[in-house]
Structures are given as C-alpha cells and as structure tokens.
C-alpha cells in the first residue's frame, strides 16, 4: 500500500495576496462547503452541524473554548468547529491493514497531514521492534502492558500523565485519581505551554485562576480590549459577540502586532439578512500595534495616564473600590510616575499620542473588559503582564459587577476543565484532603512536573512511563529534537488518540496506541447511552453528548480507557474502576463531593446551558494573603531587539488547530500553498537584502547561548512592526530552546524567540 495520492500531491506555487475581505461570511461558508466535499461528508457532516453546541441534547464543538450563545442560538458554530468535527468524523480508517502495510521508519517520513488524513484509528496497537511495525493487541493485554509497566516503577514519580484539552470532565477526574492514588503528581498539561501565567497572575491578584466575566458581560460591556488574541481563527465565536458589541456603540480595542482578520470586519454566517446582502458589520474601532511583548508598557501607559487625569478629575479612579477592596494601590502609583513616557514608548513600540487615546476609551467607559490569549502569556514576563491587566481593572472598579472584569480567552475546548477538576501538578492541600477524604487514597503532597520539567526528566531518564491523553506531544512541546530523543529515551509511551499523528512515531521502547471515541460519538456503557461534561473559558459546565456511531466498535470511551489502566496498575486498588465506567453520573457524584462548585452537579449540569461555578472574587471575595486584589508593582522588561535581531512569535495558520492541519493555506493572513514562511516587516526586509518570498535562514539564540535554526523558510513581507516577525508552529517550536521557558510562570516564551533572519545562501 502506498501513501495516497492526495496525500503526496505537491502543493501549488506559494501565493500572498493580502485579505481584504470580511472575517467570516461567504469566505467561510465556501471553505466548509469544500471541505465537507472534499470529505465527502455530504449527509454526516450537516446533520453534526445541526447538532454541534446545542442544549438539547447536542454535543460540544471540540474545537476552542467559546462560550454557547445564551439565547439557544440553532447556528452557534464556525468555520473551524465544522472543519474540527468532520475530521474527525472522517470514512478513512487506520486499521491493521495499514499497519500490516507501512513500517514506523516509512511512516516518519509523512507529512503531519498525511498521517491525521488516513483517518481514525481503529483497534488497540503494540510497537514490535523486530518488524518496526505496530500490530494489533487486544485491550486487556494493553492494560495489562502499561499495568504493568507502572508496578515496576521504582518510584511512581517515574511515570508522567499529560493531559490535552480535549479530554472531558469525567475522564479528567478519573485520570488525576489514578496518578494520585499511584503517588504522583506528575499531570502536566497542555495549560503549561499556553495560560499558566494567566492562572498563576489571577492567582496572585484576586486568589482565582480563572477569568470572571461571563458572555452575558460581554453583552453589557462599554469598552472591549482585546489583547493578543487571533479571534478569527483562534475563536470564531467571539466573532458575534463583537459585532453586537459594535452595533449597540461599545469601543472595540484590538491590540496586536498583527492586525488580524477579526480586527476589522465580519459578516457573522447565522446573520442571513448580511449574508444575503454581504453587508459587514466592523469589529473594531481602533487598532494598537505594539512591538512583540511591548503590551505590558503599553498598558503601564494607559495606567499612567488615568493617574495623570485624576489629578484633574478624581474621578479618572474608582477611590471607593480602591480603598475598600485592594490592597498595593501606593506602590503601583510609585512605579507608574517612575516610569518615564520615553521608556513606555520605547517598550511598547507604541507613541503616546496612541497610548493616550486607548487611555481615554479606557478612561470614558464605564463598564470595560479585557481579554487576552497567548500573545500576551508565552512570553518571559506573562505574569507580570497578566496582572498589569488587572492593575488597570482595578483603577477603576472594573471587577465584580456586570459588564467588566478579565477575560482570558482558552484555546481548547476543555482546558480549564481539565484544571478545575484534578489536572494540576501543584496542586492545593485542600484538593488534596478532599480527594483523600472522599475517595480513600493517600494523595502525593510534592508537587509533580509540569510540561517542561516533564520533557527534562525524560530526556535524563528519570521519567520511564509517559501517558499522554490526547492531543499531539511530540508537536506541540518546544525544542523538537530535544523532546524527541525525550520521548525515545521512555521505557514506555502510551498515547490515547483518535488519529494517527506524530506521537505514535516518536515513542519509547515499547509503545501503545490507545484509539479512543470522537466527541462526536454515542458512547454507550452499562447503564445506556452516556454523555461527558466540559468547562468553557467563562466557567460554565455543561453535557456533550454524541450523536454518530463509533468509527470502530473497538473503540473506548476515555473514562473506560482510564479505569482500564487504573485496575491494572493499581490491582490492590479500592476505587470502583469498573462502576463509575457503568454510569457516568456515580462519576459526578464523587466529583460533586471533592470540588468546589460542583455541588449537586448532576442535576445542575442537566439545566439548559448547565451551570456557572461560582466565582468569589466575582463577588468581591479574594483568596489572597490579605484578602483584597492585589496591585503589583513589577519594573517593565527590556523587550527591544538587540541591533541585527528580531523577536519572533509563534502562530497558528487559520487552516490549522492546535498541532492538526487542514491545508497549507491561511486564507485570513492572504497565504495559499505555504507554511515554511516568516512575516516580517518590508524595512526589516530591505535592510537584510530580502525580497518577497526569498528563501532565508532563521536562528533562535537561546538564554543559554545555544542556537537552532530553520534554512529555507521563505520571507513574506506584512504589517507588522520593525524588529519583529511571526511565523507558524509547530514548524517554528524547532527554534525555542527546552530551557527557554518564563521564569515566571514555567511557560515556554514561543511568542518572544530572539532571531536573526538572513538571506540563504544560493
């Protein structure tokens, strides 16, 4: 058997032409339709659509975090969460017969979308060294493998347990149970490589991790900052939420150093009257560029200039909300007169005359909120820029009332879930005597590793079992090489998966794939058909259940995949494994017990739309040291390139999610036919000698001194301020070094790599 055609045909030559169109509207309807064509999911693909986000008994969009339209909206969907579902609602199967006809070396050398466009996987499979081929196993004897594998540890801090987005509430639960009753807190997840210093700042400044506005505030709110975020491609379904915004007069802040599609204009698809008219309604009323990581100063500047009015007008603050319900406001005052206009201007790239009119949106709103994704955290200082955020709030009482308050945006569609309910290798004292309380285990006290310090221990040998649940390990993590020998260096890996990918080609000594159901799919245990639960960027809980017949009937739920490790790792064990997979509801029952907010959660979560956990400092109730939000007062970092370097941010193309990809093309960024590029600015360009779609070399330096390089990556000139560049993961993540993560929050800075780009040799 040989590679498909369509899956070897070389693309078309490289194309740029800027987008000049609306987000959304006929562009993407025409993008779906071709997909769903080129899927052949004529009939499946509509009915999905038709079912996707739904309270009536549909199932969750596994793409991003958005929270559902409050108003039960039939269409409450996107161009991605489409693409996202048909994926994996694809006829093409991974069966032994594949397996039988291409060895793992011959594999390794496809395309990332070669190997996800073979289809979904359909048995339990075992690496044979000897054939350098996976063959067929059944489940027990995988358990029983990986089981066994775990009782051997010499120590159960040589197993990790990595936890992408994907994975539902239940299945969540039942996983961080499993680890904690081995004796490890070893869970990292994909939050350590994208908002952990978002949780870690709210932490901090308001003693939650979370966000505290909710959609019903977006409806209500003055002004919207929106801050490091790809809205169009990253969270379609925020689109609607801006548009409204704009239609009732609200201020829409977009600050990027790209401008992106979702800052202009958009034609939302289940608005039929502008579809039919192709009439656009804008998306923002101003657009801030600053230089890559300049967003701290340029929010230090808007501080400024509120300090700087109220001493004409006190009431630029909210003094009332400050005395009573913050704490730090001196100091912070003291290092925003410190800072001096020149070095704000300097630091974020951005001229006071700008700074002072985002200041005056800020300063004339009554009601703002701030929203912030990756550009803002994968950064050395996203802590500190996380609570500048918060800083701002609290000048002027925009927190615990409706229509204000932080508001990061999650990229997967259960990634805050998965912290809420157990994934967190530091995890709290509370958690942990609740969980030994109602479950009667004896939980680790240590913290565990996270993602970086995951990879580390792997690479050293210290880590020997690797489980990774979901998602696409070997892309997604920096340092590729470096966490490729990690993985190989495993006496174990064991995947959970529903498409082939990259993961299954990079494993330990011995390897497993465990192929487990879509989202999108009826899952059926004892006590009948079975639905999971999932947590949206706004904290609200709600049922996904699938509609489609299993693409195998040798598919496992992942809770039952769970329980199957768990019983074979864990013989001696007193948790009930097998009866919790019977009935997912005896899950929520324990889950009920164990975390805050989840009290009666199987009535709650059968409500229409389920349930918000509550929010203290929502109420004005914080977790802090001093009970009151917390000012911070951090000096601003030298974000400026050395002379000769640029900085360099990693991004998603729009024709991708996460680590899968669905064609070369970024329709909204005007690119057919390329991923190998880098955006740079045209005087960047001319000053190195290169033209558009020259080939050049690019080398990260890292904080150690060590370099990484990527040749032939072909330049494309673009709006984006000098000294800076962009380009697309996971081909970039090659470039950040395994040790360039913040200080701050363990994070890897992909979104602040110091680069030169030089024309290639000929």
């Known amino acids: ?145 990986a089981g066994r594998a775990l009782r051997e540890l010499a120590d159960p801090d040589q197993a990790a347990f990595y936890t992408s987005g994907r994975l539902g509430n239940e299945a969540t639960f039942l996983y961080q149970l499993m680890a904690r009753e081995l004796g490890t807190n070893n869970l990292p997840d994909c939050s350590n490589m994208c908002h952990e210093a978002s949780g870690r700042a709210l932490q901090a400044a308001l003693g939650t991790g979370k966000g505290t506005v909710d959609l019903k505030d977006w409806e209500s709110a003055d002004a919207l900052f929106i801050l490091g975020v790809n809205a169009a491609s990253n969270a379609p379904r925020m689109l609607t939420a801006l548009a409204e915004a704009h239609k009732r007069g609200a201020q829409i802040v977009h600050v990027n150093p790209l401008v992106e599609a979702a800052a202009r204009r958009a034609i939302i698809p289940h608005d039929f009257v502008d579809m039919a008219l192709n009439r656009a309604t804008a998306t923002s009323t101003l657009n801030v560029q600053p230089r890559i990581g300049g967003d701290m100063a340029l929010l230090r500047g808007m501080a400024k200039a509120i300090l700087a009015e109220a001493e004409r007008d006190p009431k630029a603050l909210d003094q009332l909300f400050i005395e009573r319900h913050t704490s730090g406001f001196e100091a912070y005052r003291a290092v925003c007169e410190a800072t001096s206009w020149a070095e704000i201007e300097r630091q974020s790239g951005v001229d006071r005359a700008q700074i002072l009119n985002v200041a005056r949106v800020y300063r004339q709103a009554d009601r703002s909120i701030v929203s912030w994704c990756l550009g803002v955290t994968q950064h050395e200082h996203g802590v500190d820029t996380v609570r500048e955020i918060v800083n701002l709030l609290l000048l002027r009482g925009n927190l615990g009332r409706e229509g204000a308050g932080p508001s990061p945006v999650r990229g997967h569609s259960n990634v805050q879930g998965n912290r ?32 970086v310090a995951t990879i580390e221990a792997m690479r050293r040998g210290e880590v020997k079992v690797f489980v990774g649940m979901g998602g696409n390990f070997a892309l997604a993590a ?12 495993c006496e174990l890996t064991v995947q959970v998966s529903t498409k082939l990918n990259r993961s299954h080609l990079v494993h330990g000594r011995r390897a497993l794939i465990l192929p487990c159901l879509g989202r999108t799919e009826k899952d059926v245990q004892r006590a009948g058909e079975q639905a999971t639960s999932v947590e949206d960027s706004m ?47 005896r899950i929520r029952d324990t889950m009920a017990e164990v975390l805050d907010g989840f009290e009666d959660f199987n009535r709650r979560v059968r409500r229409p739309l389920g349930f918000r956990i509550k929010q203290p400092a929502r109420e004005l109730v914080f977790g802090t040291p001093t009970g009151r939000a917390e000012f911070s007062a951090a000096p601003l970092p030298d974000v400026v390139p050395a002379p000769g370097t640029l900085a360099l941010g990693t991004m998603r193309s729009h024709d991708q999610w996460n680590t899968t990809i669905y064609s070369e093309d970024d329709r909204y960024r005007g690119i057919k036919n390329l991923r190998t590029l880098v955006f740079m600015n045209p005087d960047d360009m001319r000053e190195r000698g290169v033209g558009e779609f020259d080939p050049v070399d690019i080398t990260a330096t890292a904080k150690d001194g060590s370099t990484r390089s990527v040749q032939g990556y072909l330049a494309v000139p673009y709006d984006i301020p000098r000294g800076c560049a962009a380009g697309y993961m996971p081909e970039l993540n090659v470039l950040c070094a395994i040790g360039d993560f913040s200080t701050q929050s363990d994070q890897p800075i992909m979104k602040h790599l110091k680069v030169t780009v030089v024309r290639s040799p000929a």
């Open 478 to 489: 920096p340092d590729t090489p470096y966490t490729y020998a990690a993985l190989r260096a």
């Open 1 to 145: 058997m040989k590679e498909p055609e369509e899956s070897k045909a070389e693309p078309g030559a490289p194309e740029y032409r800027p987008y000049r169109h609306p987000a959304a509207g006929w562009g993407a309807a025409k993008s779906v339709t071709r997909f769903l064509v080129r899927a052949g999911e004529y009939v499946d693909g509509p009915r999905a659509v038709m079912k996707m986000n739904h309270e009536d008994g549909g199932f969750d969009c596994p793409g991003c975090a958005w929270p559902d339209d409050l108003k039960g909206l039939k269409l409450d969907l996107c161009e991605n969460g489409i693409k996202h579902v048909t994926w994996e609602m694809t006829r093409k199967r991974v069966d032994r017969e594949f397996f039988a006809a291409h060895t793992v070396t011959e594999l390794s050398g496809w395309s990332d979308f070669a190997l996800e466009d073979q289809g979904r996987l359909t048995e339990p499979v075992v690496y044979d060294p000897a054939s350098d081929r996976y063959v067929p196993i059944g489940w027990q004897e995988a358990f029983e493998l």
């Open 420 to 451: 809420t309910c157990g994934i967190d290798h530091r995890p709290t004292e509370e958690f942990l005597a609740r969980l030994d309380e109602v479950c009667g285990i004896t939980a680790p006290r240590a913290h565990g590793k996270d993602t």
């Open 539 to 585: 904290s609200m809980v709600h049922l996904s259940r699938g509609m489609k017949r299993p693409a195998s009937p040798h598919l496992l739920s992942e809770p039952a995949i769970v329980a199957g490790l768990a019983r074979a790792a864990l013989p001696e064990s007193r948790t009930p494994w097998a009866w919790y997979v019977e009935d997912y509801d």
